[in-house]
């Protein structure tokens, strides 16, 4: 085990682990930090706590000290030159004729380097562009191409929920989202509809799949023949993934009639379903078996 403190540069950015050394850090705390990047401000978003030495990525860069009143307004000193710097080089952009959208600008702590994030169809020549900002800020500058999930991120907005977009107030990283989920949970596939301000697939899907994923298994397959406890049979129709209840199409001679049940009410509904995919297995094997039989008949008739 191995003490750390979870440190965040950004808002709703990824959660990095430093060595707290003997500061008594708590969460909330402003502190510097030595990174890759050389000396960051960042904000405590865990406070001192052991964690497994596997989950550190090893060597563990240290806290330099609790972030003074100094450190903060030189802080505040570089979120102000950010805003002038972004104006310059959306100057410098339409100068160089690029076809770039410019998103963000960062400054380093110690002024040693100036990040601009920005979108783009393809890929862009920005050679020009670096060495015309360099001659501008003297310090070394890099041009970083992000994608529009990250560009959501970064600017927020309001979600079809009408609440702030989960990417930019709580989400730290993003997670995989496939239009399996969006069939799973009865969503209606119209893109305009499962996608969010990015255009991608909205991301709260994932958090719900869980627990879509343990309704669905207490719900049996449409089709699946189902039985109720006062003993009435039939198909089912289709089911409510949220209100757990189950339709069932009962035919009695001519007549057909549709009932709407509690998955509590159904009869061994576990045994049902293991019942129906035996059926299922046993209909693709009898059909693979005629498909050879078939063949041999072709293969004794000559064809």
Not at 101 to 108: C, F, G, P, R, T
Not at 137 to 144: A, K, M
Not at 226 to 237: I, L, W
């Amino acid at each position: 085990m191995v003490k750390v403190v979870g440190v965040r540069f950004r808002n709703v950015g990824k959660n990095y682990y430093f060595d707290p050394k003997d500061l008594d850090i708590r969460s909330g705390d402003y502190v510097i930090v030595e990174t890759a990047r050389g000396m960051e401000y960042g904000q405590t978003t865990l406070g001192i706590r052991e964690v497994r030495d596997e989950d550190v990525v090893q060597p563990l860069k240290a806290v330099i000290r609790i972030a003074t009143q100094k450190d903060k307004e030189k802080a505040e000193a570089n979120r102000r030159a950010e805003k002038e710097a972004f104006q310059i080089c959306l100057g410098k952009i339409r100068k160089h004729g690029l076809e770039m959208k410019l998103i963000d600008v960062e400054y380093s702590f110690d002024n040693s380097k100036i990040l601009f994030y920005f979108t783009a169809d393809g890929r862009v020549d920005f050679r020009e562009l670096v060495k015309d900002l360099a001659g501008t800020f003297h310090t070394r500058i890099e041009l970083r191409q992000i994608g529009v999930r990250d560009e959501t991120k970064i600017i927020g907005g309001i979600g079809i929920c009408g609440r702030p977009l989960c990417c930019h107030t709580f989400l730290s990283e993003f997670a995989p989202v496939s239009i399996k989920m969006a069939k799973e949970q009865g969503l209606s596939l119209n893109p305009t509809k499962i996608s969010g301000t990015c255009g991608r697939l909205m991301c709260c899907m994932k958090n719900e799949q869980e627990t879509y994923e343990y309704l669905n298994s207490c719900l049996p397959n449409k089709g699946d023949i189902v039985q109720t406890r006062d003993g009435r049979r039939g198909e089912c129709a289709g089911c409510s993934v949220l209100m757990q209840r189950v339709k069932i199409l009962i035919e009695n001679g001519e007549e057909k009639e549709i009932i709407e049940v509690p998955v509590e009410e159904l009869r061994g509904r576990n045994e049902a379903r293991t019942e129906n995919r035996k059926k299922n297995r046993s209909r693709k094997k009898n059909g693979e078996q005629k498909d050879e039989e078939k063949a041999a008949d072709k293969v004794s008739a000559g064809e």
